[in-house]
Each structure stands twice: as C-alpha cells, then as structure tokens.
C-alpha cells in the first residue's frame, strides 16, 4: 500500500516536471535565453568560492564563516543524491554550465542550492543587500529550469538543501561558540 502511494507521488512529480519543461520550451525567446545564460553561472561552484572569497576580503566574518560552512554541507549533500539517484538531464538543454561534463545527473540542482545559501546569508548579514541578492538567487534558479539543465522538481529540492544546509551551518556554528 505505502510501495503505491509513494510510486504515484513520484509519478505525479513527473509529469509536474515534463508539464512544466514543456511549457517553458514552448515560451523561450531569444533575449529570455541569452539573459538567463549570462546569469546562471552565478550558482556554479566558482562563483560560490568568490562569495566566500569576498565575504572573507570583506572581513564579514559571520557571512564568511555561515556560507562556508553552509556551502561545504551543500556540496556534499548535492554530490551525494547526484550520485545516489541520478537522474538524466532534461533532453535537449539550452546551455550546459563550464563543468557539466563531470556531471552526468540532474537532481538536484547545485546551482539553486548554492545561490539559496548566498540569499540565506545576505538575510543574515547586515552588510551584503538582501534584496539584490534574493533577486539574483532567483533568477539562477529559474534559468536552471529554463535552459533545461534541471526539471522543476531538482531546482525546488536544491532550494530546500540550500535552507536546509543554511539553517544546519547557523546551529552548528553557535554550538561551537
């Protein structure tokens, strides 16, 4: 009984994921296409160690110590279900981020993880701008979806890694202090 009701709860996430991959290739356009590529590297692994590199330079000590912390749980976590579940690409993505070609899964999305704990961060932080960086956040996002490099279902469970991770990050560092 528990087997069937957890098949057709993965069965309905599919076909929320192919109705929505359908959808966005049906209302891609040129400019929408060319904005969201430029944005998306924002969430790749090197745009993260610039983050914590800035946040270091900067000497925002607590946004520094949050997001590599957060960042380093985010990345095991994201490599370990990528390399337990792993689910194929949509078909036919748009763009395929510098380093794609030692990924070969989809879920989840690191890139929505990692820009979910730099948004987690700037809300932390009284010196990093909330909500410059929750738009951005967003953005990479969605353009993980957009070009076709992740369903809707890894984006919305990298975002739920990124808070999660955040919120272990934050528990951890005020136990050690």
Same mark, same amino acid.
């Given at each position: 009984?528990?087997?069937?009701?957890?098949?057709?709860?993965?069965?309905?996430? %599919?076909?929320?994921?192919?109705?929505?991959?359908?959808?966005?290739?049906?209302?891609?356009? @040129?400019?929408?296409?060319?904005?969201?590529?430029?944005?998306?590297?924002?969430?790749?692994?090197?745009?993260?160690?610039?983050?914590?590199?800035?946040?270091?330079?900067?000497?925002?000590?607590?946004?520094?110590?949050?997001?590599? %912390?957060?960042?380093?749980?985010?990345?095991?976590?994201?490599?370990?279900?990528?390399?337990?579940?792993?689910?194929?690409? @949509?078909?036919? @993505?748009?763009?395929?981020?510098?380093?794609?070609?030692?990924?070969?899964? $989809?879920? @989840?999305?690191?890139?929505?993880?990692?820009?979910?704990?730099?948004?987690?961060?700037?809300?932390?932080?009284?010196?990093?701008?909330?909500?410059?960086?929750? %738009?951005?956040?967003?953005?990479?996002?969605? $353009?993980?979806?957009?070009?076709?490099?992740?369903?809707?279902?890894?984006?919305?469970?990298?975002?739920?890694?990124?808070?999660?991770?955040?919120?272990? $990050?934050?528990?951890?560092?005020?136990?050690? $202090?």
């Amino acid at each position: 009984m528990r087997a069937q009701i957890l098949a057709e709860f993965f069965d309905l996430l %599919v076909r929320i994921d192919t109705a929505t991959m359908d959808a966005i290739v049906a209302a891609r356009t @040129p400019l929408m296409t060319k904005v969201l590529t430029s944005v998306t590297g924002l969430g790749s692994a090197t745009a993260a160690l610039c983050f914590v590199g800035v946040c270091y330079l900067a000497d925002w000590d607590e946004a520094f110590r949050h997001s590599l %912390v957060a960042l380093s749980i985010t990345g095991v976590i994201v490599g370990t279900l990528m390399l337990t579940v792993q689910r194929p690409f @949509p078909a036919d @993505p748009v763009c395929l981020t510098d380093g794609a070609e030692t990924v070969s899964t $989809s879920f @989840p999305s690191g890139h929505a993880a990692a820009v979910t704990v730099y948004a987690m961060t700037a809300r932390k932080s009284d010196a990093l701008p909330f909500g410059a960086v929750v %738009v951005l956040a967003t953005l990479v996002a969605i $353009s993980r979806i957009y070009l076709g490099t992740h369903y809707l279902t890894d984006t919305v469970v990298g975002v739920g890694i990124g808070v999660a991770a955040f919120l272990l $990050s934050a528990w951890l560092l005020d136990r050690a $202090s």
